[in-house]
């Protein structure tokens, strides 16, 4: 592996960290949940900084792919809805009526 920590933190683009860590990827999958795999890869990169902080740059950045790869896998068999990683998916809409807020009299 010739992962550089530096080239690391430069990356924006979810495919880049795809090639960056040279992981197979479906470019449908990336295109239509980048953000919900993006925003769960910056999860479990926290969980991985919060919980092993004395790692070597490559060891860190081996968790980092173990964590991009998992990120992938969430939202190949689940979809954004059901993982409710944004607050859009857990806020209540507001002017609904749910079929069970409805009772007869």
């Known amino acids: 592996m010739t992962w550089d920590y530096t080239k690391f933190k430069e990356i924006v683009q979810a495919e880049e960290y795809f090639e960056f860590f040279e992981l197979p990827y479906d470019q449908k999958v990336v295109n239509v ?14 969980e991985i900084d919060n919980n092993y902080t004395d ?46 807020e409805i009772t007869s009299d």
């Open 33 to 46: 949940n980048r953000l919900h795999i993006l925003k769960k890869f910056s999860q479990l990169i926290a």
């Open 55 to 100: 790692l070597s740059d490559l060891e860190r950045l081996s968790k980092y792919c173990e964590a991009l790869q998992q990120a992938y896998q969430v939202f190949i068999c689940s979809t954004p809805q059901e993982q409710k990683l944004f607050k859009v998916f857990n806020e209540k809409p507001k002017n609904v009526v749910t079929l069970t």
